[in-house]
């Protein structure tokens, strides 16, 4: 069921993925995945081989973006997902690749 409260309220999560997610197009697939669900922030490599991402939306569509970065793009492979709810005042206007 779906409420308003699910469609009007923002949420912003910190993602950190591990595994095979460097080379394989994880970033550019995340960024596509972003804006086709209209979700906001960022995602970027980090020095040890994993990535990170803040995504903001509203709740339903980030359970849509945080079930896909489970899995990733098909030449990914994902060994650990975690995410975490973030309080934030900031509002993103686009989803970026850094």
């Given amino acids: 069921m779906t409420g308003p409260d699910l ?3 923002i949420e912003t999560y910190y993602v950190h993925v591990r595994g095979v997610v460097q080379g394989v197009g994880f970033r ?3 960024v596509r995945r972003a804006h086709e669900l209209r979700i906001t922030g960022w995602v970027a490599n980090l020095a040890d081989g994993s990535v990170e991402a803040l995504v903001q939306g509203p709740a339903e569509q980030i359970d849509r973006m945080l079930e896909w970065m489970r899995r990733g793009p098909p ?9 975490e ?8 206007a686009r989803f970026e690749q850094h």
């Fill in 7 to 9: 469609n009007t309220r």
């Fill in 28 to 30: 550019h697939a995340t």
């Fill in 75 to 83: 030449s990914a492979r994902v060994t650990d997902f975690v995410s």
């Fill in 85 to 92: 709810e973030r309080a934030l005042e900031k509002r993103f």
